[in-house]
């Protein structure tokens, strides 16, 4: 299990690429990256996006877990709802995460 609450997330990338004997092109490729991307994320001059940094997780078969909130309402409801997935089903988090992406589209419209 990686944490997101590690601020050198390439280092952490890095040595799971080598510890799994894989090649910045083979990550790449598996993740839809560009191999110069994953360079300079192993490398400490690009931060990953979250889902970028997830993609590159589930290739080296590593979990990504967010421990801590950032201290803004947004991130606090990050950390409750990363709580809420851990303890439910697959089938559950897939029905939470189509109500999630329905609600977030059409927030607006309700009045």
Same mark, same amino acid.
């Given at each position: ?10 280092? @952490?990338?890095? #040595?799971?690429?080598?510890? #799994? /004997? ?21 490398? /400490?001059? #690009? ?15 590593? $979990? ?5 909130? $950032? /201290? ?7 950390? #409750? ?26 927030? $607006? @419209?309700?009045?």
């Amino acid at each position: 299990m990686i944490s997101m609450k590690s601020t050198d997330l390439g280092t @952490t990338v890095k #040595r799971l690429r080598k510890t #799994r /004997g894989m090649s910045r092109i083979e990550v790449s490729d598996a993740a839809g990256i560009s191999e110069s991307h994953l360079k300079k994320i192993e490398n /400490g001059i #690009r931060q990953p996006g979250f889902e970028t940094y997830r993609k590159i997780m589930e290739v080296l078969e590593a $979990d990504v877990v967010m421990l801590n909130s $950032d /201290g803004t309402i947004k991130g606090e409801c990050a950390a #409750r709802v990363q709580k809420v997935f851990l303890e439910i089903t697959e089938t559950q988090a897939l029905f939470l995460v189509q109500v999630l992406e329905f609600m977030a589209q059409n927030i $607006d @419209t309700v009045k």
